[in-house]
């Protein structure tokens, strides 16, 4: 664990059946302050998993945290999409979550017009249990 020194943010997302009730959020590692946490009424697990991580980005660019310079998370997927600045979700745009399409599409914009330093790496949940910023519902 000596690896997590350098840690600065843990981002995690849940959702209450796939898709459905939907949130994210980040918690900051030293003091376990929730750094920011956002709801939607219909989405997936990894579109939370990818926007946690893109919130946590724009978030500390925009803050100017140069001391801040990892993000964890748990999700393959979600790294993946950030990686490839798309998120690849099959979940069909409906009345009901457009607003939360239109933040992907906003994410996805920030990706491709911005440049981030902050390295964002796997938490290796086998190793050292639930990401801290994991809501408990496993």
Known sequence: ???????????????????????????????????????????????????????GLALLKQKGESNINLIYSDSVNGMSWVRQGKCKTKLVQTAKNAQLFDLIRRAEKWLENNHYTTEVRKWKTEEWGEIPADFGRK
């Open 1 to 55: 664990m000596s690896e997590l020194k350098k840690v600065d943010i843990f981002t995690d997302g849940a959702c209450s059946g796939n898709p459905g009730p939907m949130e994210y959020q980040g918690v900051r590692t030293y003091d376990k302050e929730r750094m920011f946490h956002v709801k939607f009424e219909l989405g997936t697990n990894n579109i939370g998993e990818f926007l946690a991580i893109v919130h």
